[in-house]
């Protein structure tokens, strides 16, 4: 496939730069299959990405910040350009990521809780408040609990 494209262009550097993803994970996403093969420069055979591309690469760039496995993305954009014929299957792959990407943020504000807790606790320590250190310790120490993976 040659590029006889007559919008913008972009190199693969550029691309690289615009969606946040190295370059050897772009070309790995092409040689797997989550992104179609790219069109080749007609003299230099390097990669030359359109726009349709960028937004496409943007918006698998956000579904691999939202830690989505290779293989989910894979689908998603698969099941993409199937329309809205495939809105079931989209809604689900993206409802799982919602509810693990909630998951991940109240396991942060408990871990952000915590370092507070040692933080307050060791102002208290350093100006010789046992008491109050000693209360931010049993706190802290019933948060670990509820940071314990479930068994």
């Given at each position: ?5 007559g919008e ?5 550097k550029?691309?690289?730069a ?5 370059a050897s994970?772009l070309?790995y ?9 790219v069109a080749r420069?007609e ?5 030359v990405?359109?726009?349709a591309d960028?937004?496409l690469?943007?918006?698998v760039?956000?579904l691999a ?10 689908h998603?954009v698969k099941?993409g ?6 809105a079931?299957q ?5 409802a799982?990521r919602a509810e693990?990407l ?5 396991l ?13 606790y060791w102002r ?15 706190e802290?120490?019933s948060l670990?609990?509820?940071?314990r993976?479930?068994?």
């Amino acid at each position: 496939m040659t590029a006889d494209i007559g919008e913008r262009t972009y190199t693969i550097k550029e691309a690289a730069a615009l969606t946040g993803l190295p370059a050897s994970t772009l070309r790995y996403y092409e040689s797997i299959g989550v992104i179609a093969p790219v069109a080749r420069g007609e003299s230099s055979k390097h990669r030359v990405y359109t726009d349709a591309d960028m937004n496409l690469l943007i918006g698998v760039a956000c579904l691999a910040a939202t830690g989505m496995s290779v293989d989910d993305m894979r689908h998603y954009v698969k099941n993409g350009r199937l329309g809205p014929a495939a809105a079931e299957q989209q809604i689900a792959l993206l409802a799982e990521r919602a509810e693990r990407l909630a998951e991940e943020a109240r396991l942060i504000r408990l871990r952000r809780k915590y370092v507070k807790l040692k933080i307050d606790y060791w102002r208290a320590a350093s100006v010789g408040d046992d008491t109050e250190a000693e209360r931010l310790a049993d706190e802290a120490r019933s948060l670990v609990k509820q940071l314990r993976p479930a068994r």
